[in-house]
């Protein structure tokens, strides 16, 4: 994998906004709003037990976002989002439709009617739901964040230390812009301290080139220890956490020849969750290395979830590409003829309909102009993954 400005979990502090939810009266839906993955969003619930409260709710509270089961008492769900989304006033809030069972192709049309902004096929995981409601309040799953750098050189009056921050790093060597100018030298030794993280990494390094009046210079490792390696491969490659008693190993950046996963294998056990939502390229050497990485995998279970664009391209390319595991959620490309914007939303496996040969995919409109958002693929082609589980 290539080199990226390194990323973290998204974590709710103090300050964090609060987010207002119009939910039906749905257990199972509360109870995921309410679990500790769900927390970090700062949510303030409204819960409506039937359809007329709901809509009279979303009028008073106006809510970000409307989670609403297509089966209300006294007005379904489709007529309460219709009703939603032709009120000027709530033009801000996002409507997620929860259909309870399998999706059928006439199902499929009322909700693509309705203007929803997403729809969620129960059952669902934790963070499967998570991530459906992260992506409707534009809060991103994972975000950039700042590594703080101390870059300490060697001249001839001393040690000296320039502040700055990573722009780019890589298990090789990392683009460091600095507060002030780096003088003529080439030995130089670099701390990494994340912030939050419970430890930083020292690493010799060297210059190998210098730009911006030597404010933005490029740096290459040199004699990486085993630890240090480790600190920087949960930074650049992939971060594995446990959540709701899953592993989920988040991946980032490019999959090429020069991909290592064997230290990945080494962490990984019980059930896991693959994020592939930063996965950006994948060649052929790279499709091959994450097959024979899948091989060695010997976990009880695993799953894809938010695959790229990429990553699910390369999935319908070569049946072998998921091994053993499924593809839960994955990023399709949409786009408006209307406006020409083109925007990628997050769908389930579950919500997409197979008849035959022909796949269908929930239609929505474009928060824009309003117009329809159509996907910007060849079903058949980009869905070939389906036929692999």
């Known amino acids: 994998m290539t080199g990226r400005r390194p990323r973290a979990r998204i974590r709710a502090g103090g300050n964090a906004r609060i987010h207002t939810i119009l939910t039906a009266s749905n257990s199972e839906i509360l109870r995921l709003l309410g679990t500790r993955t769900c927390s970090r969003l700062g949510v303030a619930r409204h819960v409506a037990p039937s359809g007329p409260e709901a809509l009279e709710a979303a009028r008073r509270e106006q809510p970000r976002l409307a989670i609403l089961d297509v089966t209300m008492p006294d007005l379904d769900g489709f007529a309460v989002c219709r009703a939603i989304k032709a009120e000027p006033a709530l033009k801000a809030c996002r409507v997620m439709l929860v259909v309870d069972g399998i999706l059928t192709r006439a199902l499929l049309d009322r909700l693509s009617e309705s203007g929803c902004d997403d729809v969620l096929v129960m059952p669902v995981i934790s963070e499967e739901f998570f991530s459906h409601v992260a992506n409707l309040l534009n809060v991103p799953r994972r975000q950039s964040r700042r590594v703080i750098v101390e870059l300490m050189a060697r001249l001839d009056g001393g040690p000296v230390t320039w502040d700055g921050k990573v722009e780019n790093l890589s298990l090789h060597g990392a683009k460091v812009r600095l507060e002030r100018p780096l003088g003529e030298t080439a030995e130089v030794r670099i701390r990494l301290n994340p912030p939050g993280a419970d430890r930083a990494a020292i690493l010799e390094a060297r210059v190998v080139w210098a730009r911006e009046g030597r404010r933005l210079v490029g740096l290459e490792f040199r004699g990486v220890s085993p630890a240090a390696l480790e600190f920087l491969e949960n930074l650049v490659l992939w ?35 693959f994020d592939a939502a930063g996965v950006r390229y994948i060649n052929s050497s790279g499709a091959h290395r994450w097959i024979a990485f899948l091989r060695t995998l010997t976990v009880d279970s695993y799953s894809f979830s938010r695959c790229s664009v990429a990553f699910t391209t390369q999935a319908s390319l070569v049946p072998s590409f998921l091994g053993r595991g499924r593809v839960v959620s994955f990023m399709a490309p949409f786009h408006c003829d209307g406006c020409e914007r083109d925007e990628a939303r997050l769908l389930q496996t579950s919500a997409l309909v ?25 079903p058949e082609r980009f869905l070939a993954f389906t036929q692999w589980a």
């Open 239 to 273: 971060e594995v956490a446990v959540e709701d008693g899953v592993q989920r190993a988040f991946l980032d950046g490019d999959f090429s020849e020069n991909t290592d996963f064997s230290s990945l294998t080494r962490r990984l056990s019980g059930v896991v969750d």
């Open 354 to 378: 197979r008849e035959g040969g022909t796949h269908s995919v929930p239609r929505f409109r474009c928060p824009s102009c309003q117009g329809q958002l159509a996907f910007d693929e060849v």
